[in-house]
């Protein structure tokens, strides 16, 4: 049995019955249920259907996003997520630059190597080596005045921990950084880079080892261990290359907002819908989520 789910931007909802039953009745699933009015509603299927590819690609259009899924284990027990462009809506290393007057230069490398262009160690080392010399209180002044958060983070985080899963924030970024976002969106533990400080001033050197995709992999295996729990049982969400083994190997890997390259290599794509979206994939209503 799969569950199909239609979901849009909370923020414009604009998922019509029409558009629902219509997709319902085509592919003979179940009675439709909605998630939240105009904003998600899912069904239930035998099989997938063999136009899939070409539904989704028509309701992207439409602002639409579609996930189709196996109703079997599909509300996960644990939720690791990548920090920037995922959580919140900046990448933390540019707006770094942006401070230090490098913002355009450091973005380009940004931009190639969440697409899989570059090596990330490489041009992770390359970007901080361009903020040497920045005094240490810029982290501070960029969290407070450039750093958004994603919507609905926290409805997702506080959501699934209200119902009983561990919640993980794994970031190629930095710990100074993650540190604050996982504690004001409730992370249980958080993970990423450490940027080398002497004497009040970026180094511009990055504390090894670098936390890539291979790390972000590991802290899945390593935290699902811990929890006695399976990779399988865990939902993982990131929008670049370098989350990609992160999230092929959670039960559930979205992608997003993801950069192109990443997305031609995941099954569960969210283009439209926010951070809530992944409470919907999951079954769950929006009168059930517990904070946004």
């Not at 085509?26 to 899912?42: C, F, I, K, R, S």
């Not at 079997?72 to 809506?89: F, Y």
């Amino acid at each position: 049995m799969y569950i199909a789910t239609l979901l849009t931007n909370p923020a414009a909802p604009s998922l019509d019955a029409a558009t629902v039953e219509n997709l319902r009745n085509a592919w003979g699933g179940g009675d439709a249920q909605w998630l939240a009015t105009g904003e998600a509603a899912e069904f239930a299927l035998g099989q997938i259907p063999d136009n899939l590819e070409d539904v989704w690609t028509a309701l992207q259009a439409e602002k639409i996003d579609l996930i189709l899924q196996p109703a079997e284990g599909r509300k996960k027990q644990m939720l690791i997520a990548d920090m920037d462009s995922t959580m919140i809506q900046q990448e933390c290393i540019d707006e770094l630059a942006a401070e230090a007057g490098v913002g355009a230069r450091v973005a380009e490398i940004t931009a190639k190597a969440m697409n899989g262009e570059l090596d990330f160690e490489g041009a992770i080392d390359e970007r901080v080596g361009l903020l040497k010399d920045l005094p240490e209180s810029i982290i501070d002044h960029v969290l407070q005045t450039r750093i958004e958060f994603m919507p609905g983070g926290k409805a997702l985080v506080q959501t699934m921990k209200a119902n009983g899963a561990y919640a993980a924030l794994v970031s190629g970024g930095f710990t100074a950084f993650t540190a604050k976002v996982a504690a004001e969106l409730g992370f249980d533990e958080n993970r990423a880079n450490t940027l080398e400080i002497a004497d009040g001033v970026l180094t511009g050197k990055v504390v090894r080892p670098i936390l890539g995709q291979e790390a972000k992999l590991e802290a899945l295996n390593e935290i699902t261990a811990k929890l006695g729990i399976s990779p399988a049982d865990a939902l993982a969400v990131g929008d670049g290359m370098n989350d990609l083994l992160m999230l092929k190997t959670a039960g559930t890997g979205v992608a997003l907002h993801g950069k192109p390259a990443l997305q031609a290599k995941c099954k569960v794509k969210i283009n439209h819908g926010d951070l809530t979206a992944l409470l919907y994939l999951q079954g769950y209503a929006k009168s059930e989520f517990v904070a946004d």
